[in-house]
């Protein structure tokens, strides 16, 4: 729109097109930086936490007094917050739901009976309630700074 406004829409580098077009959806132009690096660390993330239960004795971490279920809120309120940031214009309900999957295929391969790991619905539980804590607080700081 703003290069419409000025009659340079045909001369506007594909970068400025781009920026443009970013602030005018409502996105703010310096989320990009910040959406990228988010979606590098949530992939780091991800492959951290799906091997460290697929190990069958993985090295200790220091939650480990406070109990297996708080290892698994932690991981996946982690994952939720740099998915949340990395994918801004995501639907939360489509975060949500794969992060639920990715604890769902956690709980499954912990189920392999030669790594000797527990399978328990409580661990996916507290792996959905985590990431929906976390997409709720998202929607309300994004309808709270909207207004």
Excluded: Y
Excluded at 39 to 64: C, D, I, N, Y
């Amino acid at each position: 729109m703003a290069a419409c406004l000025t009659g340079q829409e045909n001369f506007a580098s594909p970068a400025l097109r781009e920026r443009t077009e970013t602030v005018e959806a409502g996105a703010m132009p310096h989320t990009a930086p910040i959406a990228r690096a988010a979606r590098s660390a949530f992939w780091l993330a991800a492959l951290f936490a799906v091997t460290m239960a697929s190990l069958p004795k993985p090295p200790q971490l220091g939650l480990e007094q406070f109990g297996d279920k708080v290892q698994h809120i932690v991981a996946f309120l982690v994952l939720a917050v740099l998915a949340n940031l990395g994918w801004p214009r995501t639907e939360r309900v489509r975060i949500i739901e794969r992060l639920s999957l990715l604890g769902a295929v956690i709980e499954m391969i912990q189920s392999i009976p030669e790594l000797h790991r527990d399978c328990d619905i409580r661990d996916w539980i507290a792996d959905s309630l985590a990431v929906i804590v976390v997409a709720a607080g998202f929607a309300l700081w994004s309808r709270w700074r909207t207004r």
